[in-house]
């Protein structure tokens, strides 16, 4: 793992987490009945680091969006279910990167079917020119360009989650 060069220290993450959080706690102060949702597994780290820079009342749920491939239809299928009611609640989605979007779409289409009351969303990393989402994603961490990226609970072949930093492979 050592030979994985750096894109982002330890010390520039923490750094922005830091700044990502107080710009959440800056939004959301007042809001009531919020649910931070976060997207398994790649953001694991991220999301237990950034809560615990929030502070207002929260609940925390994780939730897992597979892709898979059906012979008879062109391109790949998502799936994924609710972890619980989320109707009238506010929810923060955590996202550890948005490459082409196709997942944080499909959850946003999934949540605005069910009832929300708002939908805000934070990814550490964002691929700026590929995604395809219908909603702006107010809190970001760093844009990247065309890179695939691990560590920091990002994998590659379901390896390199723990490694510190974040690098290129
Ligand atoms: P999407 O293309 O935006 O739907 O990205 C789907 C998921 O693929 C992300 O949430 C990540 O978990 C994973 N992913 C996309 N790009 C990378 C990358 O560069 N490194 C590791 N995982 C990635
Ligand atoms: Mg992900």
């Known amino acids: 793992m050592k030979d994985i060069p750096?894109?982002?220290?330890?010390e520039e993450i923490a750094n922005r987490v830091l700044a990502l959080g107080k710009e959440i706690n800056r939004d959301y102060a007042g809001k009531t009945n919020i649910l931070v949702l976060?997207?398994?597994k790649g953001s694991f780290i991220f999301t237990a680091d950034?809560?615990?820079?929030?502070?207002?009342?929260?609940d925390l749920e994780f939730m897992?969006?597979?892709s898979y491939r059906n012979g008879s239809v062109q391109g790949e299928l998502l799936s994924g279910k609710?972890?619980?009611?989320?109707?009238?609640k506010n929810i923060l989605i955590v996202e550890d990167i948005i490459d082409t979007g196709k997942?944080?779409?499909?959850?946003?289409?999934?949540?605005?079917?069910?009832?929300?009351?708002?939908?805000?969303m934070v990814a550490l990393l964002i691929?700026?020119?590929?995604?395809?989402?219908?909603?702006?994603v107010p809190?970001?961490?760093?844009?990247?360009?065309?890179q695939f990226v691990v560590g920091y609970g990002m994998d590659y072949n379901g390896k390199f989650r723990n490694l510190p930093y974040i690098g290129v492979v």
């Open 139 to 146: 809190y970001r961490g760093f844009e990247i360009g065309d």
């Open 82 to 88: 609710l972890p619980c009611d989320v109707q009238g």
């Open 127 to 136: 691929k700026p020119d590929k995604h395809i989402l219908t909603m702006p």
């Open 6 to 10: 750096i894109l982002f220290s330890q």
């Open 50 to 58: 950034l809560v615990r820079y929030l502070n207002f009342s929260l």
């Open 38 to 40: 976060s997207i398994l």
């Open 64 to 66: 897992e969006i597979s």
């Open 103 to 120: 997942s944080a779409q499909f959850l946003i289409s999934l949540l605005q079917k069910s009832g929300v009351a708002s939908i805000g």
